[in-house]
């Protein structure tokens, strides 16, 4: 089974921290994603990555950034958190570019900025 | 543009019943359409997905049908249990210049009583 792991479940920081949100999957993927789930407004793409080093802009990617250093790993980072990016992280691989192929999805990390 | 609409919850069952939950997408080109289902305190899984018109997705007695004169893909299974209590989202597979890239709906939560 594909397997995306999230390091971290549930994290607190503070406003105007450095935050980094670490995923790696073990199925040799060439596409990770990085989703965050609202209520009421279900997932949104923040970025995504098709190849190491490669990386392109989602729907909402201001405040964030993203790393893709070695391909089982895709790191989110919140250069300055504030309390508007309070959410659900989600993060997701698939195996190439063919739109029919599944998206695998990590357990997601809970991060509340205060 | 690519969008997914998705009946707003939640749907309140007892067990047994025949569940149904109702979605429309908008999309460009030829999209694969998903369901995800996301059960409390976890990540996204695949339930199922379908690839091209007239095909249907399956498991564990869900199914759904890729309907593209109406753009539906809609949810149904004949008798839902209390373990099915989740929140469901379907989702397309849109190739956004050459990527791929999943748009959601906000979700639908399920509650089956016994």
């Known amino acids: 089974d594909v397997k995306v792991t999230q390091s971290s479940r549930y994290l607190v920081k503070r406003t105007g921290e450095k935050v980094f949100l670490e995923c790696v999957q073990d199925?040799?993927?060439?596409?990770m994603f990085w989703y965050r789930q609202d209520p009421g407004l279900g997932l949104r793409l923040i970025y995504f990555?098709?190849?190491?080093?490669?990386?392109e802009k989602g729907d909402i990617p201001e405040g964030y950034s993203v790393s893709r250093e070695k391909k089982e790993r895709f790191s989110l980072i919140l250069e300055s958190a504030s309390t508007n990016q309070t959410s659900m992280y989600l993060c997701?691989?698939?195996?190439?570019?063919?739109?029919?192929?599944?998206?695998?999805f990590g357990e997601g990390s809970w991060l509340t900025v205060v | 543009g690519n969008s997914v609409t998705q009946m707003e919850g939640p749907v309140t069952l007892s067990e047994e019943a025949f569940l149904t939950i109702n979605c429309t997408y908008t999309a460009t080109g030829y999209p694969s359409l998903f369901w995800y289902v996301q059960y409390p305190g976890e990540g996204l899984q695949l339930l199922l997905k379908?690839?091209?018109?007239?095909d249907k997705g399956s498991n564990k007695g869900f199914e759904a049908t890729y309907r593209k004169e109406t753009t539906s893909f809609h949810l149904e299974k004949g008798s839902v249990q209390v373990s099915d209590s989740a929140v469901y989202f379907c989702?397309?597979?849109?190739?956004?210049?050459?990527?791929?890239?999943?748009?959601f709906g906000t979700g639908t939560r399920l509650l089956v009583s016994p």
């Open positions: 989702a397309l597979n849109v190739m956004n210049t050459g990527f791929q890239k999943l748009v």
């Open positions: 199925m040799d993927h060439e596409n």
């Open positions: 997701a691989s698939s195996l190439d570019r063919v739109s029919g192929n599944t998206i695998y």
């Open positions: 379908a690839t091209k018109a007239d």
């Open positions: 990555s098709y190849d190491v080093k490669m990386k």
